[in-house]
């Protein structure tokens, strides 16, 4: 807290990174956190070692244990992780389908999405953090930005940061999880602030997913489906999704 202090006498508009997840360390001194847990509780899902549906309670943990206000990233890879997996980094075990689920995902969610070095067109090379472009060489394979792939992924993240830019639900809005009803790898929630409110569900798994569910405040006239990557049925404050593999759908219902 000294150096926050001191700190924010040379430079007062200053934004504190915590590489952590102590929620103490987020009452003065730091304004965001690398929320590992988040993480690497995505990174199970992914793998098929764990359910979608425990990254609610996931969420839930880290959302009453943390400070009102306080930052947590949205984050798959990072230096870290990705120094340590060698050649199975996430873009390798999701696939690039899981990892465009995956980041639409931290998109949606409250908090601060991670785009790691490369993810922007889809890079899978192998990485460390003690190479660079002389030495080792383990780093991004810029290439990839010209394949069909790299492209389009970075549309959708053009497309993903331009959502959060226009919608203050995506960015400032209350995150409500939906259980009842939703298959155990697929992550459905809404955003809601008092002018808008949006319905996002991602499947994370390599099999397709339906499920019907009710939302409150859904009527037939005022859905605008703004990312989609499979079907839904709007009717009588009921939707009816079929998502393909790794599909998401996002849709503003206010």
């Known amino acids: 807290e000294e ?7 040379i430079r007062p508009d200053i934004l504190m990174l915590n590489e952590g997840q102590k929620p103490a360390y987020m009452e003065r001194a730091f304004d965001m ?3 590992f847990g988040w993480c690497y509780a ?3 899902v992914l793998k098929g070692e764990s359910t979608a549906s425990s990254l609610a309670g996931e969420w839930q943990k880290f959302h009453d244990s943390f400070p009102q206000g306080a930052k947590l990233l ?3 890879d990072n230096h870290d992780t990705v120094s340590d997996s060698y050649d199975n980094r996430a ?3 999701a696939g690039h389908d899981g990892m465009d689920a995956a980041l639409v995902l931290n998109y949606m969610l409250d908090g601060i999405p991670f785009v790691y070095n490369g993810n922007e067109v889809a890079d899978a090379s192998q990485h460390s953090i003690f190479s660079n472009r002389y030495y080792g060489k383990m780093a991004i394979d810029w290439s990839n930005a010209l394949t069909p792939y790299g492209q389009h992924r970075m549309k959708l993240v053009r497309q993903l940061n331009q959502l959060r830019r226009l919608h203050t639900a995506l960015c400032e809005g209350e995150t409500h999880w939906k259980i009842d009803g939703v298959p155990e790898n697929t992550a459905v929630f809404t955003r809601n602030s008092q002018r808008e409110s949006f319905l996002i569900a991602v499947n994370l798994s390599r099999q397709p997913a339906s499920a019907r569910l009710s939302i409150n405040g859904i009527q037939s006239g005022n859905i605008f489906p703004v990312l989609q990557k499979g079907e839904f049925q709007f009717g009588n404050g009921t939707v009816r999704l079929q998502l393909p593999a790794y599909g998401y759908l996002v849709v503003k219902y206010k």
């Open 3 to 9: 150096g926050r202090r001191r700190l924010e006498e």
């Open 91 to 93: 873009e390798c075990y």
């Open 33 to 35: 956190s690398y929320c």
């Open 74 to 76: 949205r984050a798959l």
């Open 42 to 44: 995505l990174a199970a």
